[in-house]
């Protein structure tokens, strides 16, 4: 069976400070992956998809930057941290082909900028 | 494009009581919807989905909904809420092809009383 794994569940950074969340798929090749943001209120916020290794498109600018070196390793990254990039972060993955876009997500990470 | 709303972002109900989380959607084509569940720092779970088929869609711990094309709705019910319902819960709206992009509510929390 397919599993998701993220790391580490909670963060506190200070402002300025770089980041590096890392989220990896087990039990099937090939898949979609995405991040998400999830705000109080505000529900969840698409910011990077991946088709394939080295394959990243953004939906919304900002702060963070993700890398897909592996075909299940998915990255999040920032170079310097904003009071604004605290949140829930959410990796999820979903099948190529098939299953109806269903995605699947990991268990978050809590990341409080300080 | 695609949305969904969720109207309320609380909601509360008895222990026992009908639950009823309503969502509406907004797609050009036929759409995929789903509900996902949510408990406390933790990732989002999938309950149920419409993909074309039934209409009246049966999900995980008792819940169901019903796509109303007229009505461009797919609100989520439960005969009898039971505390471990409570929960923040989203809907999501998607389509065939493309990348499989996922456009999640803001979500409704849950509040159950005994």
């Known amino acids: 069976s397919q599993t998701i794994h993220q790391w580490p569940a909670t963060l506190v950074q200070p402002v300025g400070s770089p980041l590096s969340l890392e989220c990896t798929v087990e039990?099937?090749?090939?898949?979609?992956l995405y991040w998400y943001r999830q705000a109080a209120g505000r529900g969840l916020q698409l910011l990077f998809y991946?088709?394939?290794?080295?394959?990243i498109s953004s939906e919304v600018p900002q702060n963070l930057s993700a890398s897909r070196p592996q075909d299940r390793q998915f990255i999040l990254s920032s170079k310097k941290l904003l009071l604004s990039d605290s949140g829930f972060y959410l990796c999820a993955w979903s099948i190529v082909a098939g299953e109806k876009n269903i995605q699947y997500f990991g268990a978050g990470t809590r990341l409080s900028v300080l | 494009a695609q949305s969904v709303t969720q109207l309320g972002s609380h909601v509360s109900v008895s222990e026992g009581a009908l639950v009823l989380l309503r969502c509406n959607y907004s797609s050009s084509v036929p759409p995929y919807l789903f509900w996902y569940v949510q408990y406390p720092n933790q990732g989002l779970q999938l309950l149920l989905k419409y993909t074309s088929a039934a209409t009246l869609v049966k999900g995980i711990n008792g819940f169901e909904a019903e796509f109303k094309k007229s009505e461009t709705s797919f609100h989520l019910t439960k005969p009898s809420a039971h505390m471990s319902d409570a929960a923040e819960y989203f809907c999501a709206v998607s389509f065939p092809g493309g990348y499989q992009k996922v456009t999640f509510g803001i979500g409704t929390k849950l509040q159950v009383i005994p």
């Open positions: 039990g099937t090749s090939n898949p979609n």
């Open positions: 991946s088709v394939g290794i080295g394959q």
